[in-house]
């Protein structure tokens, strides 16, 4: 099974590519001669310097595009496929609120993600509710706003759910996700359609609970949902699992129960480093080709597609230490709290620097590092590098997906600052969180605060 991108590690190799490399492959970014890295009309050393670093710039223009190409390749009359955004990409007001405009649904997997897509104008209609663990309160909120499908992983969360839905006279329009077994051939940690994978119904068992689905109160079954991961580039494992589900529907149908609609799920990857981006054009494909004829009403999930090129995460060089016969740590402001994707599946991203003149051949090899107290605080390792000064600003590409929102405050560092792009102009979408947020919802109980010293030893 090849490793793609996402499980690289983040180590040097020959084929490292180039910042000139790195730029040409994405035309939203370029290297202006005085202004330095722009993302689309806008210098990104103006927001570093107007907002500090570390900080998240998101391009709405460059979004858009890729909704657009998106919805185009969907969009042919056989499949008429629509995109639900999975929110937990990147869940800020305002990119729900770009992509709503643009007409996406979202694909939700909490009740706060719910919150969110409806504060961005995003319909109940439009919301899809995900997950494999859904609390009742949750279901409960999903019941009350009505929303269009709510995909249920379990039997045990089918029987609970009827329990909820007949408790307040409604009834869940259900999908039932079903784990196809299918390797996507992507990082162990981000696969999801493996029987021994904890998310969908397990693929023999998903007729019969949806025969069951359908003698339950309060549940209407209308079709079937399957996501087998994240970061998939190739089309095979796609049409592979498409497969499978219409061979269900078509089981299930002449079993004589009606399944009106399929839900394609997410994952189509990105080229962080030099893989061949996922084409929407071959995952269409991949739909068409399988459940096309079969008179279905088609969804799918995307999230990482569609923003993580659209984003970049800024950060300053704090000091360069050097070391005889080893290669140079670049220190960075940013960390493993900011962006984790690194630490966690030594994920490969792209290293530009801001200033035109920083972005000269690679000095050598070095290691890119955050300033967090965990070895695993890495962001490049015997990376080839330009030469980077302290007080050089760099970006680091693709981050906006799977990066503001799976950042943390440890070590007490405040969540980073947000800016959007949009065209030629730019704006903050989120302040920099004031340090003194870190501790606000904490309480000290009074006896503690008072200096009592308690039971001590003796309550040991
Ligand atoms: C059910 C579901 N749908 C959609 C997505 C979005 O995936 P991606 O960002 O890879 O498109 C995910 C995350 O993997 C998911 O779990
Ligand atoms: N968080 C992962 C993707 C997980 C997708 C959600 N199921 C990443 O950064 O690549």
Redesign the pocket.
């Known amino acids: 099974m090849s490793m793609p991108s996402v499980s690289a590690p983040p180590s040097s190799s020959m084929t490292d590519p180039s910042v000139a490399d790195l730029l040409a492959a994405r035309p939203h970014l370029r290297m202006h001669a005085l202004e330095g890295l722009m993302l689309e009309q806008v210098p990104l050393a103006a927001i570093a310097d107007a907002l500090g670093t570390p900080v998240w710039v998101t391009g709405a223009g460059t979004l858009r595009s890729r909704y657009r190409r998106l919805e185009a390749a969907l969009a042919e009359p056989s499949l008429g496929a629509s995109i639900h955004y999975?929110v937990?990409?990147n869940d800020h007001l305002a990119i729900l609120r770009i992509l709503s405009i643009e007409g996406a649904g979202a694909?939700v997997?909490s009740g706060g993600e719910m919150r969110r897509a409806i504060e961005a104008g995003i319909p109940p209609a439009r919301i899809v509710f995900?997950g494999v663990g859904k609390s009742d309160d949750e279901l409960g909120l999903a019941l009350s706003l009505s929303i269009s499908q709510i995909n249920v992983e379990s039997r045990e969360e089918l029987e609970r759910l009827s329990g909820l839905a007949s408790a307040c006279g409604r009834t869940a329009r259900i999908v039932l996700r079903v784990n196809p077994d299918i390797d996507a051939g992507t990082h162990a940690k981000?696969t999801?359609g493996l029987a021994d994978n904890k998310f969908g119904v397990a693929y023999d068992e998903a007729a019969d609970l949806y025969a069951l689905a359908a003698r339950l109160p309060g549940i209407e079954p209308i079709g079937f949902a399957v996501?087998i991961?994240?970061?998939i580039n190739d089309p095979a494992p796609f049409r592979a699992a498409y497969a499978r589900i219409a061979d269900l529907v078509r089981r299930v149908r002449e079993a004589g129960q009606a399944v009106s609609l399929v839900d394609c799920?997410?994952?189509?990857g990105i080229s962080y480093r030099d893989e061949i981006e996922g084409s929407p054009r071959a995952l269409a494909h991949a739909i068409r080709v399988t459940l096309g004829d079969l008179g279905l009403k088609l969804v799918v999930?995307?999230?990482?597609?569609l923003v993580a090129p659209a984003g970049v995460l800024l950060s300053r060089v704090l000091l360069v230490k050097q070391s005889a016969g080893r290669a140079p740590f670049v220190v960075l402001d940013a960390a493993m709290n900011d962006l984790l994707r690194p630490s966690l599946y030594e994920a490969w991203h792209g290293v530009v620097p801001l200033s035109a003149r920083d972005a000269v051949q690679p000095a050598g090899p070095a290691h890119l590092v955050g300033p967090v107290c965990e070895t695993g605080d890495t962001f490049a390792l015997d990376r080839p590098l330009p030469h980077l000064a302290a007080g050089a600003r760099v970006a680091i590409l693709d981050t906006g997906?799977y990066g503001a929102v799976m950042s943390s405050t440890y070590n007490s560092r405040p969540l980073a600052a947000q800016a959007l792009v949009d065209g030629s102009r730019w704006t903050t979408i989120r302040p920099r969180q004031p340090v003194e947020q870190l501790w606000a919802g904490e309480l000290v109980p009074d006896w503690i605060a008072a200096g009592e010293t308690g039971a001590g030893r003796a309550a040991e």
Do not use: F, M, N, Y
């Not at 799920?265 to 189509?268: A, E, N």
């Open positions: 999975a937990k990409a694909d997997v995900s981000i999801t996501h991961g994240s970061q799920g997410g994952g189509l999930e995307p999230g990482r597609w997906a």
